[in-house]
């Protein structure tokens, strides 16, 4: 079955500290992996996915296949970080488009 | 580019009635989709359309709803004969064609609540 996991609903933090949001998926195939972002009153935006590696807002994500993780990092949170987050799941690969699989969302709050 | 637009933003329908949610996609996108989140959950796939045509409808229930992508025009999801466990949010999104097609724009969600 393709499943995406967020094993934490509410993850709190001091500003200042390392951040790590986790993911776990269940898929056989080769799927492409994302982080969105909601902030408080906006839409649902993409944050990063895995086949670009960059960075984003000091964020990083690595898709680790043998332990099905795509965990979101950051060093040092933001005031500004604080959202809801939302890991999902191509199933199609990064040559098709299609369904976004999405995790129940975690909420990172960073508290000053 | 004004981005992925829906309306309404909020909807209230007594049970019985009918719920129509509208979706513009950002100018040049070709691919539409919509997401179901109901409370304290994730965002679930419904449905993949591209211009008339339905591409993947496994996400969407049996009956009571259905959804298009005409030609001209928004995206409509219909949902009739409204029962209580239909309020939730609907969210569509769009994509653009060709290799950067995995990049799903979302729009602000239409609320639907059924009294």
């Known amino acids: 079955a393709q499943r995406v996991t967020q094993p934490e609903k509410l993850l709190s933090v001091f500003k200042g500290a390392p951040v790590e949001l986790k993911c776990n998926y269940s898929y056989s195939g080769s799927p492409e992996l994302f982080w969105y972002v909601q902030y408080s009153r906006q839409r649902l935006q993409l944050l990063l996915r895995h086949i670009s590696r960059e960075s984003i807002k000091g964020f990083t994500a690595d898709l680790n296949k043998g332990e099905t993780s795509f965990h979101l990092k950051k060093p040092f949170a933001q005031e500004e970080d604080s959202a809801m987050y939302y890991c999902?799941?191509?199933?199609?690969?990064?040559?098709?488009?299609?369904?976004?699989?999405f995790g129940q969302g975690t909420t990172l709050q960073v508290k000053p | 580019n004004a981005g992925v637009m829906q309306n309404p933003r909020h909807l209230v329908r007594r049970r019985g009635q009918e719920a129509r949610l509208r979706c513009s996609p950002m100018k040049g996108h070709s691919h539409v989709y919509w997401y179901r989140q109901l409370p304290e959950e994730g965002l679930k796939f419904m449905v993949y359309l591209q211009k008339e045509n339905i591409i993947d409808e496994s996400g969407m229930p049996k009956e009571r709803f259905s959804a298009e992508f005409p030609k001209e025009g928004p995206s409509i999801l219909r949902i009739q004969q409204v029962v209580r466990g239909d309020s939730a949010a609907y969210f569509c999104a769009s994509s653009p064609p060709g290799t950067e097609g995995n990049i799903q724009y979302f729009g602000a969600g239409t609320r639907l609540s059924v009294l």
């Open positions: 999902a799941l191509s199933p199609h690969g990064s040559s098709n488009t299609g369904k976004l699989i």
